[in-house]
């Protein structure tokens, strides 16, 4: 047998020199594997040969509709389908490989990594687009067609599925193909409602017209999109000593500020909402990170008592969770009272309104709630990921049990006795409320309570991990 | 969760602490415990291993070989105790231990569509290497690990042998002082073990420290300065394979070959002070005699030939490592100590 050929550091490099030194070590390695991958391969050829039929097409019949749409249902479901579902699994891919703990030996982190996968991904993206964009020359070439237009929304496409393949990473940290499922149509419908909030038109016309202010509402909303959900995705798999929580945290909480500054031009439905998913979102995730009680991940909040008292709202894990919800609760009811919803204003004075009070407090008690069963029962599980596929079973079961009440309720004469029963339940009480069925002074009482109870809960159950958590900020 | 966490109390974020790297031993574990919910993994270890030795890390499965070494990799935190290697303690400076050791898990991690050149490459930059470092690091890699002609073959495309290859070569990228290799020749064919073993005892020529988990024993005993045996999370002996071999003999096993039947071996062996019968082979059977001296073994020979046995072939038989561990479980067992299975 002849031995194998040598190879010399010159052959290395000239083999290595694809990409350069400084660029990500993730990302140049998922450019590398991406590019051969069959999905990839097998998209742009035939993205590029439905493009030149749709240009044979156009040139037979010059100005037919059908053949704009027909080459634009191509370009959308490439890059809003095919992409991002290449980033299912994007996570669940390196934890079954077991190659986790190398790269945590590296001076890669959960978030460079998973930033590095999205980057990647959206290189590949920009390359699809890249290979359409003289199509669209051509297009224009042969008339019927505002280039200006198409260009803008070859743009929005090429965002919108950035942040569809944020979300598609973000979730593969999840093994479970079905709970990949849940979540993603979970957070589908927040999005949607964010861009029906937003008005679909709202980016175009902020480009080609002069509605910059929703332009910038649109941004923010994306931009936010993107990092929410590859943080997600990097701090479920990180090592629980490394602190990607507090950042997160204070990226919502900024965001959130930036947009109420928007409220000043007059977009105050667009605000409230925008601002309500970021810090929902945001709480969401909080509510259910694991506990990390190392004295390393605590040491940067023993600083001073401002730190310190940062710590219960900023510090990883559930448990400063719960401070960092009542805290979002307090911002965003200072946002809904500023923007005269939970207030009316007559004759100078403010008054509250106890129905929309009772709203906004079971709004709240809707994220929080289910932490009353998962610490009542399941408060030892240790898995990373089962407190947060756990969270969204039990949101998917009472939002079924708020359906059938609202059936039941509509069939049974005596609605008042139904809604009494279930009222401790938050999306319950909301429905009575929108029926008009729960606005005095005891639903308020209810809703509270149950807020309260349900941040009370996983307190008292877990005292050994508080009195450690205290501790750990206390001992210098 | 709150069962599995540490609570010792850390000062400082990171600072780099230096003073006894060059002195302090390559691996020190003192006191370490790890519990997870309902199962105590390892409970009060310690020993130490100097710089440039091989150590083999032996135990059944469930033992808690590989959380020892995870906690040693930085990869797991103790609940208890503490684990230093080259002076640095595991949680206090994950950084600085991470610089020094090379790890390489029992199931190696691989990725589909690339090469093993930029499988190595990818690792190189990760562990912040640039220019031509990196392009000399991973040349020098790809050397030692004999797979300079395969680099630009598809990992998916390995054996399991050259991928266990790959998998040092990816530990050995940032030329670490410390090995931790668990279970390096799980499932190789012999030739691929031997390719190991050479690897293995190369780097130890070279002055590296070598911590290596494998269930075989006799390869652990050839390659390895001292072993260490671990049952149920704690350790029952720490010592060379010599010092195990004779820890466990106070008898002699001795093969017999006679020319004629074993009956009369079986027979004599009934009657004869010293000696037992243990099991009959294809020409003869093996005995046991109570005691390695010399003297009485040769005497034993002399009463065989005296009373007309046709011995044609008598020699003490080297205890197997094997034999030895069982050996040092059963007296667990006996004294009430429960085996991991």
Same mark, same amino acid.
């Given at each position: ?476 | ?203 130890? =020529? &070279?002055? !590296? ?6 269930? +075989? *024993?006799? @390869? $652990? ?95 003490? =038989? &080297?205890? !197997? ?6 050996? +040092? *479980?059963? @007296? $667990? ?9």
């Amino acid at each position: 047998m002849t031995p194998p050929p040598r190879i010399t550091p010159e052959q290395v490099a000239i083999a290595m020199n694809d990409f350069p030194s400084r660029f990500s070590p993730m990302l140049v390695k998922e450019l590398r594997q991406g590019m051969r991958t069959n999905l990839f391969v097998v998209a742009f050829i035939l993205l590029q040969a439905v493009m030149i039929l749709t240009l044979m097409i156009g040139l037979a019949d010059p100005g037919s509709s059908a053949v704009g749409a027909f080459f634009w249902f191509f370009i959308v479901t490439t890059l809003l389908i095919v992409q991002p579902l290449r980033g299912m699994n994007a996570l669940s891919s390196e934890i079954q490989l077991n190659t986790m703990d190398l790269i945590q030996l590296t001076r890669l982190d959960g978030w460079r990594l998973t930033l590095g996968k999205w980057t990647a991904l959206n290189a590949q993206t920009l390359l699809l687009v890249t290979g359409v964009l003289p199509y669209l020359v051509i297009r224009y070439f042969l008339g019927n067609v505002n280039f200006v237009r198409d260009l803008v929304d070859l743009l929005m496409l090429t965002l919108g599925s950035g942040l569809a393949s944020a979300i598609t990473i973000g979730c593969s940290v999840f093994r479970n193909l079905l709970l990949r499922g849940v979540i993603l149509m979970g957070f589908g419908m927040g999005l949607t409602t964010l861009f029906a909030a937003l008005k679909s038109s709202g980016f175009r016309t902020g480009i080609i017209g002069s509605d910059f202010w929703m332009l910038g509402l649109v941004c923010i909303s994306l931009l936010y999109g993107c990092f929410f959900f590859l943080s997600f995705g990097a701090s479920r798999i990180s090592p629980l000593s490394e602190n990607l929580a507090t950042r997160k945290r204070l990226v919502a909480l900024g965001l959130t500020l930036v947009t109420a500054g928007f409220a000043i031009s007059g977009f105050t439905q667009e605000v409230l909402i925008i601002s309500g998913l970021i810090l929902g979102f945001a709480v969401i995730d909080a509510l259910t990170e694991p506990l990390p009680i190392y004295a390393r991940v605590l040491e940067p909040f023993r600083k001073n008592p401002m730190t310190r008292l940062a710590a219960l709202f900023l510090a990883p894990g559930w448990m400063s969770g719960i401070g960092f919800f009542f805290l979002c609760a307090l911002v965003w009811g200072a946002i809904l009272y500023f923007g005269g919803i939970l207030a009316s204003a007559t004759a100078g004075s403010w008054h509250f309104e106890m129905a929309k009070m009772t709203f906004f407090l079971s709004m709240c008690n809707v994220l929080i709630f289910p932490l009353i069963f998962i610490h009542l029962f399941f408060g030892r599980q240790a898995s990373v990921n089962f407190t947060f596929g756990f969270y969204a079973f039990i949101q998917a079961c009472l939002l079924m049990l708020t359906l059938m009440a609202t059936v039941l309720a509509n069939t049974i004469p005596k609605y008042e006795d139904l809604i009494f029963v279930a009222v401790p339940i938050p999306s319950v009480l909301i429905s009575g409320l929108a029926d008009g069925a729960a606005d005095d002074l005891i639903h308020l009482l209810i809703a509270l309570a149950t807020t309260l109870l349900a941040a009370a809960i996983p307190l008292v159950r877990h005292q050994k991990d508080l009195r450690e958590f205290r501790h750990h900020l206390k001992s210098t | 969760m709150s069962d599995s966490l540490p609570i010792e109390v850390v000062t400082g974020v990171e600072t780099v602490p230096a003073p006894t790297e060059r002195t302090s031993p390559a691996i020190e574990v003192s006191q370490l415990s790890r519990w997870f919910p309902g199962v105590h993994a390892v409970q009060d270890v310690s020993f130490t291993v100097e710089r440039g030795q091989v150590i083999g890390f032996v135990g059944a499965n469930g033992a808690g070989k590989t959380t020892t070494m995870r906690i040693l990799a930085t990869l797991d935190y103790p609940n208890s105790g503490e684990a230093k290697i080259c002076g640095f303690d595991v949680v206090k400076h994950p950084v600085e231990v991470r610089k020094r050791i090379g790890w390489m898990p029992d199931h190696y991690g691989t990725y589909s569509n690339m090469t093993v050149l930029e499988y190595l490459d990818f690792f190189a930059r990760a562990l912040g290497y640039q220019g031509q470092e990196r392009i000399d690091r991973i040349a020098e890699v790809l050397e030692f690990t004999d797979l300079t002609g395969l680099a630009h073959r598809l990992i998916d495309q390995l054996s399991k042998g050259m991928g266990q290859r790959l998998c040092l070569g990816r530990a050995l990228i940032h030329d670490p002082e410390v090995l931790i290799l668990d279970e390096p020749a799980a499932g190789l064919d012999p030739k691929a073990r031997v390719e190991l073993k050479h690897l293995i005892r190369i780097l130890s =020529q &070279e002055g !590296k420290t070598v911590f290596i988990s494998s269930h +075989i *024993l006799s @390869e $652990l005993g050839e390659m390895c300065d001292s072993l260490l045996f671990i049952n149920q999370g704690r350790i029952i002996h720490h010592g060379s394979a010599e010092s195990l071999r004779r820890r466990s003999s106070a008898t002699a096993l001795v093969e017999v070959q006679l020319a004629g039947s074993i009956d009369r071996l079986r027979e004599w062996a009934m009657l004869a002070p010293h000696v037992s019968f243990k099991e009959a082979t294809k020409n003869g059977g093996r005995i046991e005699i109570d005691s390695v001296e010399g003297e009485i073994i040769s005497t034993v020979l002399r009463r065989m030939i005296q009373d007309g046995l046709p011995v044609t072939d008598f020699h003490i =038989q &080297e205890r !197997k490592l094997e034999d030895a561990f069982i050996e +040092i *479980l059963g @007296e $667990l067992e006996a004294s009430g100590v429960p085996i991991a299975s």
